[in-house]
C-alpha cells in the first residue's frame, strides 16, 4: 500500500508544480514539458492503483462513500423503482 501512497503524492505534486507554473515564473519550454508529460503520470498512477491497491470490503449498497462511514438510508431504492 506504500507504493500508491507514494505514486498519489508524486502524482499530486506534479499536479500542483504544473499549476503553480504561471505563477512562480517557471520557463514556458517546462511548462509545456510537463503539459506532455502529465498524461503519463495519470497513467503511471492508474497503473500503481490498479496493481497495488486495496479493493474495497463493502459494496456499493453497504456504503456510499467507502472513505466516510457512510450508510444508505434505503430512499435510493425507492426513487429509482419509480
Known sequence: MKKVYIAISVATLFLAVFQA??????????TVAMFLMSP???????LVVLKYGEPSHFTFNERFYDDHNYKRNGSEELSSAE
Open 21 to 30: 507554473a504561471r505563477f512562480i515564473t517557471m520557463p514556458s519550454e517546462l
Open 40 to 46: 503519463f503520470v495519470m497513467v503511471l498512477l492508474v
